[in-house]
């Protein structure tokens, strides 16, 4: 069955236009909740939002949706997306959902379902709600049985309590100073705050929401900001997160980006030597550079690869029994911690490396030296680019340049109408020239 609504990361779309508006979210909650009912028990639901405007709309059409076939809700209000699923999972909920669109500008949202056991909903589960969607036919509960709704005002401190379980009693952060940034997003009370419990000097910024500047100019995907603020004030590090929180970026002290490649060779060769470290080796997406790989091999541990896309990981992480996996993006799961990415639970996992080791960040996450990678989009109308007979035939010729020196992706996204078109080798000048050269010819055929 084909997918209509929900994307590699739930389901997302700019707000009032299209599908994302609120009868689609009344839809969903019903869609959803008629899913999840079962048993003969009472049936509850979690939710929680970032701070974009459109999540009042939004929560509430989903409160109608869900009430209206019969199950409890309970509102968390602002959270990050890891707090949700940990909340839906130690509340015992059947069904937890997060409004969000991530890294996303204000205007979009989304809708992010979770399990009863926190993790997001396997594809199956997608397709049944969908079928549930088209159908358009939901059974209403009796007047009797419609569900109620509540909100709890300790979910910050519930989380913050389980994130900061996340590293030993005897870690503390006194002596560091940290910039954290964010992003006016869904962390912005919680993740100061779990910081400047563990004892560290905490700088906070973008954590002034007003519904329409999450991630505008902030965030782990406009890091400038951070990395001004983190030399400026003579900071150790800097933590950037997104728009819900669940992907990390850091800042060394002398400013400098360390992606989620970085991140996930010092966390796995960290947890390997302290044989914390299960199936021999980190999962990641094929956009990971191919220096991680290198850097794993030589410690004896594998990397496996995935599609792109955090559930994906999440996938091969639950079958081969993993514990460490993410994105060169920033999401990071940790499964010892977390059923879905968590950034500031991996942030805590850096922050106790820089003071166990008693290293600058610079020397401590420049873990390994990457090769030459770049990433190009091309942004097409409509069709099937990659279908396109001279697009395979360069992309084929493109690959046989590189084998053996290099690696060569080209993908859709899952969530924007592009195809990305990423190149990675030994010779810088090599990889530029296959990206142009195949951005070129995919921009011929759509134009």
Same mark, same amino acid.
């Given at each position: ?201 905490v700088v906070a910024i973008g954590v002034t929401p007003n519904g329409l500047n999450i991630n505008d100019r902030v965030g782990s995907t406009h890091v400038e900001t951070l990395q001004e603020r983190v030399v ?44 914390? @470290? !299960? &199936?021999? +080796? ?5 956009? $990971? ?8 091999? %030589?410690? /004896? ?11 994906y990981v999440l996938g091969a992480m639950r079958a081969g029994g993993y514990n460490v996996g993410g994105e060169q993006s920033g999401h990071m799961i940790l499964l010892d911690h977390a059923t879905t990415g968590d950034g ?57 340049? @590189? !084998? &053996?020196? +290099? ?5 859709? $996204? ?8 990423? %190149?990675? /080798? ?22």
């Open positions: 069955m084909t997918r209509k609504f929900f994307g590699t990361d739930g389901i997302r779309g700019r707000t009032n236009s299209g599908f994302m508006t609120a009868a689609m979210a009344m839809a969903v909650g019903q869609a959803a909740g008629a899913h999840f009912l079962r048993g003969t028990h009472k049936h509850r639901v979690v939710i929680g939002k970032d701070t974009r405007l459109s999540g009042y709309m939004m929560e509430n059409a989903l409160v109608a949706g869900f009430t209206s076939v019969g199950m409890d809700v309970v509102l968390v209000g602002p959270m990050p997306t890891p707090a949700v699923a940990m909340l839906t999972r130690s509340m015992r909920a059947d069904l937890g959902v997060m409004i969000s669109a991530s890294h996303n500008p204000f205007q979009d949202n989304g809708i992010k379902l979770f399990g009863p056991d926190g993790f997001k909903l396997s594809d199956e589960d997608e397709l049944r709600i969908e079928a549930l969607l088209d159908a358009g036919d939901p059974k209403l509960a009796e007047s009797e049985a419609i569900g109620r709704a509540r909100r709890i005002e300790d979910a910050r401190g519930r989380y913050i309590h389980a994130v900061k379980e996340s590293l030993p009693d005897r870690v503390r952060l006194d002596g560091l100073k940290i910039v954290v940034d964010c992003a006016n997003g869904a962390a912005y009370q919680v993740a100061p705050s779990a910081f400047w419990e563990l004892g560290a000097e400026a004030s003579g900071a150790d590090i800097g933590i950037a997160l997104d728009g819900d929180a669940d992907r990390l970026i850091v800042v060394d002290e002398q400013g400098k980006v360390v992606d989620g490649d970085q991140i996930m060779a010092l966390i796995g060769a960290s947890w390997a030597r302290q044989g914390r @470290l !299960r &199936g021999g +080796g980190v999962v990641a997406t094929v956009m $990971s550079n191919l220096g991680l790989e290198r850097y794993l091999q %030589a410690q /004896g541990l594998e990397l496996i690869r995935t599609k792109v896309g955090d559930r500031t639970v991996a942030a805590l996992q850096v922050l106790a490396e820089l003071v166990r080791e008693g290293k600058p960040a610079s020397e401590l996450l420049h873990v390994f030296d990457p090769v030459p990678q770049l990433l190009k989009n091309v942004r097409f109308a409509g069709g099937k680019p990659l279908d396109n007979p001279r697009v395979q035939a360069v992309i084929a010729e493109a690959e046989d340049e @590189l !084998r &053996g020196r +290099g690696r060569l992706v080209i993908r859709p $996204s899952g969530t924007e109408p592009v195809i990305r078109v990423m %190149a990675e /080798g030994d010779d810088a000048a090599q990889v530029e020239a296959v990206v142009d050269r195949i951005c070129a010819v995919v921009a011929e055929v759509t134009a």
